[in-house]
């Protein structure tokens, strides 16, 4: 199973029927491809600002993830991948090409069933990202990410630390999942 089958199952497994889920940080929408493409009653909005390194926040920059440092060129070539990936699923793809906090202030409050965070990996974009989404799922909905207890260093230090200090001050319990997935229901 290729990583991003490992992802998608592990999110499938929370969402109910007929759900609305809210993917941050698509890339090139292969995560995207394969959940519209496993459940044809699921409504995804794909987050990504797809920005080039120079409109990158610093502090993600910092953590060496390879993607905060694409040029225009890339950035540009990975939304038209993700656009063709899910092209014929129109119907149930709503794609954002905007930052994640701006994305999180046009949907209504309590709307979603789950929201994946997989995009700026700092510390502090993690910690926003929750607490931006939180309030858009519904109550015993989920909320999760990627690359949660990841031994890569580019990712390990901000996630978990962010994921950690939301669980703690909320007492919610964190569930792992395949390919470094975490989740918690709201």
Avoid: C
Wanted: avoid cysteine; charged fraction near 30%; hydrophobic fraction near 40%.
């Amino acid at each position: 199973m290729q990583p991003f089958e490992q992802r998608g199952t592990a999110i499938l497994k929370r969402t109910p029927a007929h759900a609305k889920a809210a993917e941050i940080g698509v890339l090139i929408g292969v995560l995207s491809e394969f959940l519209l493409r496993s459940r044809r009653d699921l409504k995804l909005l794909m987050v990504d600002s797809w920005a080039p390194a120079e409109q990158q926040p610093e502090q993600y920059k910092l953590t060496g993830d390879t993607h905060a440092s694409h040029d225009l060129a890339r950035v540009r070539r990975h939304r038209q991948e993700a656009e063709a990936r899910v092209k014929r699923f129109t119907d149930r793809a709503t794609i954002m090409p905007v930052t994640s906090l701006v994305a999180a202030e046009e949907i209504a409050g309590a709307s979603l069933d789950l929201v994946f965070i997989d995009a700026d990996h700092s510390y502090e974009g993690v910690k926003a990202d929750i607490a931006a989404w939180l309030p858009k799922i519904r109550t015993g909905g989920w909320i999760g990410g990627h690359d949660y207890r990841n031994p890569d260093p580019r990712f390990r230090f901000g996630v978990d630390r962010a994921v950690d200090e939301w669980s703690a001050s909320t007492g919610r319990q964190i569930e792992m999942d395949l390919n470094f997935t975490w989740f918690a229901r709201v």
